[in-house]
């Protein structure tokens, strides 16, 4: 279980990392995005991501492994 979440952690880190490294410009014309989007909208936003995060893993340990 911590092993998991130790990965998930480090993946998300490494991900994000990359992000700042190769377009750390588009990283800022995507924050100002979210600037102008109302608050309702970017919490409809994170819950959606959070939805397809929680799919995706139940499918990677129920349907793959």
């Known amino acids: 279980m911590i092993k998991d979440l ?3 952690l ?3 880190a490494v991900i994000e990392g ?12 995507a924050l100002e995005m979210f600037r102008r989007m109302d608050v309702q909208t970017r919490r409809r936003l994170g819950l959606l991501a959070v939805a397809v995060g ?7 340990r129920r349907v793959i492994g």
Not at 18 to 29: N, S
Not at 54 to 60: A, D, E, K, R, T
């Open 54 to 60: 929680v799919m995706l893993i139940w499918f990677g």
């Open 6 to 8: 130790l990965t998930g």
């Open 18 to 29: 990359l992000v700042l490294a190769l377009a750390p410009l588009r990283f800022e014309d």
């Open 10 to 12: 480090g993946l998300v």
